[in-house]
């Protein structure tokens, strides 16, 4: 009898720090769309996507609380109500800091307050599907202006605007799935 009940106790301690764990220190996502492409897969058969599974992700809900969102930084926030006909979470980088003028030029290539962006991350496929645009959007105070990867197959603050720092869960720390895929 001890030992059932020394069981169960470990067990509901467990349980407990993992729900704590989870609810206030880090949540798992999974990468839905082919938005992120390739820096995050998603599952075929979804358009665009190149993978058998789709990555799963793990998101720094305490890290805002000691350090500030910066630029390249992959994200999981919620998206403004509506955004993409969904709304929801999303993943995207931070490609625009707060008072910054954001410019796509025809080629597909971003400028930060009049600087080009270097961009490694997105591809010369994903860049030329996202030609032919010429817009300037500010971003306003206390929010993020979040973009994909893939510029052409992604729904991203081109669409809906900024967002809000009070809508980021936080920084993608992790991609634990699939394990051959497995990075911080």
Request: glycine share 8%.
């Amino acid at each position: 009898m001890r030992t059932a009940v020394s069981w169960l106790l470990t067990i509901a301690t467990a349980i407990v720090l993992v729900l704590a764990f989870e609810a206030e220190v880090a949540k798992p996502f999974r990468v839905p769309t082919a938005s992120m492409e390739p820096t995050l897969h998603c599952a075929r058969p979804e358009s665009g996507c190149h993978a058998r599974f789709s990555d799963r992700v793990i998101a720094c809900e305490i890290c805002y609380r000691f350090a500030a969102p910066h630029r390249g930084q992959i994200v999981v926030f919620h998206a403004p109500a509506g955004a993409c006909g969904t709304g929801g979470v999303f993943v995207k980088r931070i490609v625009g800091m707060p008072g910054e003028t954001v410019h796509e030029d025809l080629r597909g290539l971003i400028w930060i307050d009049g600087q080009p962006l270097h961009e490694p991350y997105v591809t010369a496929a994903a860049r030329a599907t996202d030609a032919n645009r010429d817009e300037t959007w500010r971003v306003p105070a206390g929010s993020y202006f979040m973009m994909g990867d893939n510029r052409g197959d992604s729904c991203d603050s081109r669409t809906w605007g900024a967002v809000q720092r009070s809508s980021l869960i936080g920084p993608v720390v992790l991609r634990y799935w699939p394990p051959t895929r497995l990075s911080l």
